[in-house]
Every structure is written in C-alpha cells, then in structure tokens.
Nanobody, 115 residues
Framework: QVQPVESGGGLVQPGGSLRLSCAAS????????MGWYRQAPGKQREMVAG???????NYADSVKGRFTISRDNAKNTAYLQMNSLKPEDTAVYYC?????????WGQGTQVTVSS
C-alpha cells in the first residue's frame, strides 16, 4: 500500500505560479512512477505530467513549457511547478503513484486561477 498526499493548491491570479507537492508513504520501495492528473468541473480526468524512476518525464501538450515535474527520491515526494497559470488550468489536481502492480490516488488539491 502507498498513500499519496497532495498539498500546495490554492487561488492564484492568471500568470501566477504555484508548486504542488505529493508525498508518498507506505511501501515506497516499490514506487516506479509518480504523476499528476487534473479534473475540471464537467470534464474527464486528464494526465498533466509524470516522472519515472529513471527521471524520464512526460507532459500534456497543454502544459509543456509552463509546468515542470520533479522528484526527490530521498523524500519520496514529487513536485509540480506550475508557471504562467491560465484560467483553464483550474481543476482539482491529483497525484498518482504506480507501485508494484497497483496504482494509487491521492485525495486531490484544488487549484483555482482567477482574477
């Protein structure tokens, strides 16, 4: 079992920045992938960014050049640095952790981009 816990969401103006954190606890030795997804009201959950154990990253086209995912293996924590935020980035952001044969989700953190 792995328990991801997100933090760092909030209200920010367009053009602003936020950094989300996902701290994983439990069977952390089996973690090989950590990622961020988001779900806006009335929309399906979508992948935002992910990072594998070897450091390989992937991003949704809509966030490339604005968001950066990173991982601190010593702290079992993944980060999502979000810059140049837009109103369409407003959503609940979820951390997803792949460990062993299973996928685990956090409870989500709200990000609202509004003036």
């Amino acid at each position: 079992q792995v328990q991801p816990v997100e933090s760092g969401g909030g209200l920010v103006q367009p053009g602003g920045s936020l950094r989300l954190s996902c701290a994983a606890s439990g069977s952390i030795d089996s973690i090989y992938y950590m990622g961020w997804y988001r779900q806006a009201p009335g929309k399906q959950r979508e992948m935002v960014a992910g990072i594998a154990s070897g450091g390989i990253t992937n991003y949704a086209d809509s966030v490339k050049g604005r968001f950066t995912i990173s991982r601190d293996n010593a702290k079992n924590t993944a980060y999502l640095q979000m810059n140049s935020l837009k109103p369409e980035d407003t959503a609940v952001y979820y951390c997803n952790v792949h460990a062993g044969k299973y996928s685990y989700w956090g409870q989500g953190t709200q990000v609202t981009v509004s003036s």
